[in-house]
């Protein structure tokens, strides 16, 4: 079992960015980030293989979000730039123990708690 957990959540104005950063309790290959509102399916956000040499993004994230990973802290990062309110959500960590990527939430078997972010406008 993987434990992971989330921090960096919190409320930023519109323009401003965030950090968001995910602790696995053990090694895990692929990792990623997905993010839910009330009454909607969870989505993809980003996700990243273990080398880090390959990471997708939503559409909604390109150009805007960043994921990253530190092995040797079994952490992984997403760095949010230009935040808009529609990126409210709670963001969750996930994990999978296959090294190909993978967008469908079907496909990550570790989740953490989520943290909250809230864009004002």
């Known amino acids: 079992q993987v434990q992971l957990v989330e921090s960096g959540g919190g409320l930023v104005q519109a323009g401003g960015s965030l950090r968001l950063s995910c602790v696995a309790s053990?090694?895990?290959?692929?990792m990623g980030w997905f993010r839910q509102t009330p009454g909607k399916e969870r989505e993809f956000v980003a996700a990243?293989?273990?080398?880090?040499?390959?990471?997708d993004y939503a559409d909604s994230a390109k150009g805007r979000f960043t994921i990253s990973r530190d092995n040797a802290k079994n952490t992984v990062y997403l760095l949010m730039d230009s935040l808009k309110p529609e990126d409210t959500a709670v963001y969750y960590c996930?994990?999978?123990?296959?090294?190909?990527?993978?967008?469908?939430?079907?496909?990550?078997?570790?989740w953490g708690q989520g943290t909250q972010v809230t864009v004002s406008s």
């Open positions: 996930a994990a999978r123990m296959f090294n190909n990527i993978a967008t469908r939430k079907e496909s990550f078997a570790y």
């Open positions: 053990g090694g895990t290959y692929v």
């Open positions: 990243i293989t273990w080398s880090g040499s390959r990471a």
